[in-house]
């Protein structure tokens, strides 16, 4: 039994969270932040913080999947972190594809669906077969949609858009005069996914960080000091707490 099925011990564990089952946010997304200065303050390499980082994405998964909600999208890479040294980014890369043969199995049997979200383009050929394979293989999953933001920026995204709009329209598959937030929204990545109605950054920084800026428009924003390594399932059940206590207006009063 490796460690992410150990977390998997009931059916349902929501008894233990003490938690309601109303207003559970149906998408959560997350920038996990803190895995360098977790490492840091332990002095240790900062390959042991991402390491550390995989347990916590892995009990979260699992609260997810026990809460019922439907969507996860997490930050892992970014479009700017490739600036990030070399060695940093080889392990980082190595660590995706190990954690993600490890864990198919399970995340399969669980019925979590993987879906990558980011610019396939500039993607190493091995990350992005062993990714591409994971989205084939649970493809009909229900259960949970894990979307996983690799090489990803918002600006880029919505860049693209724009592109993908502008030739559409030349090419008459569109008229600019029905061009509206609708239309915009399916030319995105997450053009089949629903918008997230929360936001979780950890490490205390208070940034968007070019994630999702069209999609998180009227999400419920949530920041905690707890560094990524850190933030397992307590914290992420006290997060949906503070959701539950929140009013939504979507403008309205």
């Keep these: 039994m490796n460690l992410f099925s150990s977390i998997f011990t009931s059916k349902n564990n929501t008894g233990k969270d003490n938690i309601s089952g109303k207003n559970i946010p149906v998408h959560v997304a997350i920038i996990m932040d803190g895995n360098g200065r977790w490492a840091k303050k332990r002095n240790l390499p900062r390959s042991a913080g991402h390491r550390a980082g995989v347990e916590s994405l892995r009990e979260v998964i699992a609260a997810c999947i026990d809460l019922g909600i439907k969507h996860l999208t997490v930050y892992s890479l970014s479009s700017e972190n490739w600036?990030?040294?070399?060695?940093?980014?080889?392990?980082?890369?190595?660590?995706?594809?190990?954690?993600?043969?490890?864990?198919?199995?399970?995340?399969?049997?669980?019925?979590?669906?993987?879906?990558?979200?980011?610019?396939r383009a500039n993607i190493p050929?091995?990350?992005?077969?062993?990714?591409?394979?994971?989205?084939?293989?649970?493809?009909?999953?229900?259960?949970?949609?894990?979307?996983?933001?690799?090489?990803?920026?918002?600006?880029?995204?919505?860049?693209?858009?724009v592109r993908n709009i502008c030739r559409d329209t030349e090419e008459g598959k569109l008229k600019y005069q029905d061009i509206d937030a609708e239309v915009f929204s399916k030319y995105l990545l997450t053009k089949d996914i629903p918008?997230?109605?929360?936001?979780?950054?950890?490490?205390?920084?208070?940034?968007?960080?070019?994630?999702?800026?069209?999609?998180?428009?009227?999400?419920?924003?949530?920041?905690?000091?707890?560094?990524?390594?850190d933030f397992k399932r307590k914290y992420f059940i006290k997060a949906i707490r503070e959701y539950q206590k929140r009013h939504r207006r979507f403008g309205k009063v």
């Design 83 to 119: 600036k990030r040294p070399k060695k940093e980014i080889k392990f980082l890369l190595n660590l995706f594809i190990a954690t993600l043969k490890n864990e198919l199995k399970l995340l399969d049997d669980h019925g979590v669906r993987l879906r990558l979200i980011g610019d």
């Design 125 to 161: 050929l091995e990350i992005l077969k062993t990714y591409e394979e994971a989205e084939l293989k649970t493809n009909n999953n229900k259960v949970l949609n894990f979307n996983i933001a690799l090489n990803y920026g918002s600006r880029q995204e919505m860049i693209g858009a």
């Design 195 to 229: 918008d997230p109605d929360f936001l979780i950054r950890t490490s205390g920084e208070y940034r968007i960080s070019n994630f999702l800026l069209w999609q998180i428009s009227y999400a419920e924003l949530y920041f905690s000091r707890v560094l990524w390594p």
